[in-house]
């Protein structure tokens, strides 16, 4: 069974940093590309980064580019979102969902129970 | 970059109705749209890729079609736990942009 499990979020000030980590079971996680999307209160659903299985292609939204890194740690079959200089505007819940391919491209067939963040001072 | 815009925004129809949701492209992206369904507090579950295959355990109500730049979300007889937002979604390349959700309600 697909398993992936958020951790890292909370509240911090702007400007401030966090990471997320994303567990992943269930499925040989070095074979798929793994994404964050995140959603604002009330908002819909917005598409924030993705990672390649093996090579470790990276992909950003522009509304984070500059600003958060993803990585992954496929011994610790762990997933990553390094998050920097943090706005009120990236206060959302942070989902990570497995894509179907090993591909920087692909529907999302699993996700995570999210983890929130919260930017305020 | 391309941007995924849908209609309508919100919809309220009856237990039973036939509902129609559309998603456009604003370039052609083949046949690389999904669908997702996102119920109240829940998280997000993917219904349909590839633009009109089904994921599994989806019931058959509901339906996907369209290919290019247009595509439309179906649920042929609506079911008081279809009460959700759907989401569309381009996967051919990155960035993977949603459209903006459509809210469905029961009248």
Known sequence: ?121 | DIQMTQSPSSLSASVGDRVTITCRASQGITNYLAWYQQKPGKVPKLLIYAASTLQSGVPSRFSGSGSGTDFTLTISSLQPEDIATYYCQKYNSAPLTFGGGTKVEIK
């Open chain 1, 1 to 121: 069974e697909v398993q992936l499990l958020e951790s890292g979020g909370g509240l911090v000030q702007p400007g401030g940093s966090l990471r997320l980590s994303c567990a992943a079971s269930g499925f040989i996680f070095n074979n798929y590309a793994m994404s964050w999307v995140r959603q604002a209160p009330g908002k819909g659903l917005e598409w924030v980064s993705i990672i390649s299985g093996s090579d470790s292609n990276t992909y950003y939204a522009d509304s984070v580019r500059g600003r958060f890194t993803v990585s992954r740690d496929n011994s610790k079959n762990t997933l990553y979102l390094q998050m920097n200089s943090l706005r009120a505007e990236d206060t959302a819940v942070y989902y990570c969902a497995k894509g179907a391919s090993s591909a920087v491209a692909g529907r999302l067939n699993y996700w995570g129970q999210g983890t929130p963040v919260t930017v305020s001072s």
